[in-house]
């Protein structure tokens, strides 16, 4: 492969799963061959609180991102995707059971969560011209379920001081299945076609009356996988083939604060950070490995920032609304994306 298209590879593998839905799944790849979807600001407010009686709880997201640029290590656009449009729409069923097990004295249930995405690609990028004689282009495999999401949670009763709660929290622990749809032929798909695991811990404070901050701590480990996607564009001209590929290990952190002017609604801003720890890792039919296949400076390792404005209304004590809306920043190794995410939490 030639130099410049060896350098784009990084870019390429992480728009192929981490657009892959950049958004949900409960997990998101970390950077090149990172997952498709993780929580990135799917939740916000009031997340460490939680059911704390036996029943089912249904979340359902709409999401929608936009991507106009894809971001090299230097945080410049690179220069091998020209005009480039990536628009991805998801669509997230979401069910958590809480058990009637009482643990701690009555202090915290245990539950399990399932997450299933329907994930939809409307991707443009410029065919090389005499101006741009480097430009790639990226196939997506169009409509399509995604990953499942499913594990135990443990949910803790809120505490209470002077009559009112001041701190929830939750722990939980989960698998990301590759049961969704994946073409290694396809560059941008709806499943990563490898396991992972990520656990998380979510927590609330309310300092004063009518105010909130809350936060979840993620943490995503990836496991190998033998059909990596855009396999076929290394292994066409760079031999020896590729035998198994693993995603860097990463961890992101989502925050957020609201504040009450009205009974019932809340207005505020939430946010996200991401980062990756390590390179992607690349086992060779030949016994050699390599971590990367990039050049020209690029580390392949994503990091970002989005943060934007968001709100929560509760419509009923059995049905809550979200909407938030998240302005990308700082981005490493992976596209720049504008989303907006709108949830309901019905309880049962």
Known sequence: MFRANRSSLSLLLLLSVAMGVSLFSTRSRAA?????????????????????????????????????????????????????????????????????????????????????????????????????????????????????????????????????????QRVEFDVIAPIGKFNPNKDINQSSNFTS???????????????????RLNFLYNFATSRPALERLYALQNPPRVKDAQAGQAAWLNFAASY???????????????????????????????????????TGKASFLGIGPGLMWEATPQNKLFANVYFQMMVRNRAQSDVVNLRWVHSF
Do not use: C
């Open 197 to 215: 695991l990520n656990p998380y811990w979510a927590g609330t404070v309310l300092p004063l009356p009518h105010l909130e901050l809350s936060a």
């Open 32 to 168: 090149n061959l990172e997952l498709a979807g993780i929580n990135l600001g799917s939740t916000s407010f009031f997340d460490g609180f939680g059911r704390n009686e036996e029943g089912f709880t249904y979340l359902a997201y709409l999401q929608y991102a936009t991507s106009r640029s894809l971001k090299q290590d230097t945080g410049k656009d690179s220069p091998y995707f020209v005009h480039p449009k990536i628009d991805v729409f998801v669509m997230v069923n979401q069910l958590a059971y809480t058990l009637p097990e009482k643990l701690f004295n009555d202090t915290a249930h245990l539950g399990i969560n399932f997450i299933l995405p329907v994930v939809a690609f409307n991707t443009k990028f410029d065919a090389p011209s005499a101006t741009s004689p480097v430009a790639v282009q990226l196939d997506d495999n169009n409509v399509g379920v995604g990953d499942l999401t499913f594990g135990p949670f443990m949910q803790f009763r809120p505490m209470i001081s002077s009559g009112r709660p001041v701190f929830s």
């Open 260 to 298: 009450e002017p009205i009974h019932t609604l809340h207005i505020g801003a939430n946010g996200y950070y991401f980062m990756q720890f390590n390179l992607d890792l690349y086992e060779m039919q030949d016994g050699s490995s390599n971590q990367g296949m990039w050049a020209n400076g690029d």
